[in-house]
Antibody
């Protein structure tokens, strides 16, 4: 059974940093692209970042470029999102998601809440 | 960036009704489109990918069509468990973008 479990969310002040983690199991993690997708309260999903199987390619949503870094450790079956210079508008539930056919998200975690507020 | 526009933003329907949701891309995306269903407090679930391919385990009452800029999700006979929000997402180019969503409500 595929499982994705996020952790690391919490309350942080504007300008602060957080590192999200996602522990993957039930599939061959190193064989798949992975994503972070977020959802602000009452809003639709917003794609944040994708990373290739070996970490050699990374793509970001425009508003997080230069502030967020996606990474992975295939030996630990783990995905990460380092979030710096956080803004109030980054407040959202952050989901880790597996990518299928290189394009779509077929499995999602339960999400971790990031709240940016003073 | 490619903008995805969904309509309607909400629809009221009864069990057994046929429901159609449309999604328009601001530029051609071939067939690189997915449809997701989301229930309150839960993560999105992929229903359709590549515009018309049914994800494994998804009931056959869900179908997708379209290519280029115009796409449709159809629920042929609405069931109680289908009351939820639905989102399209383009996967043609980065940044990947979602539509604004359609809430299917009980009439």
């Amino acid at each position: 059974e595929v499982q994705l479990v996020e952790s690391g969310g919490g309350l942080v002040q504007p300008g602060g940093s957080l590192r999200l983690s996602c522990a993957a199991s039930g599939f061959t993690f190193r064989s798949f692209w992975m994503s972070w997708v977020r959802q602000a309260p009452g809003k639709g999903p917003e794609w944040v970042a994708n990373i290739k199987q070996d970490g050699s390619e990374k793509y970001y949503e425009d508003s997080v470029k230069g502030r967020f870094i996606i990474s992975r450790d295939n030996a630990k079956n783990s995905l990460y999102l380092q979030m710096n210079s956080l803004r109030v508008e980054d407040t959202a539930v952050y989901y880790c998601a597996k990518v299928v056919t290189g394009r779509y998200n077929d499995y999602w975690g339960q999400g971790t809440l990031v709240a940016v507020s003073s | 960036d490619i903008q995805m526009t969904q309509s309607p933003s909400s629809v009221s329907a009864s069990v057994g009704d046929r429901v159609t949701i449309t999604c328009r891309a601001s530029q051609g995306i071939s067939r690189w489109l997915a449809w997701y269903q989301q229930k309150p407090g839960k993560a999105p679930k992929v229903l359709i990918y590549d515009a018309s391919s049914l994800q494994s385990g998804v009931p056959s009452r869900f179908s997708g069509s379209g290519s280029g800029t115009d796409f449709t999700l159809t629920i042929s006979s609405l069931q109680p468990e289908d009351f939820a929000s639905y989102y399209c997402q383009q996967a043609n180019s980065y940044p990947l973008t979602f539509g604004g969503g359609t809430k299917v409500e009980i009439k």
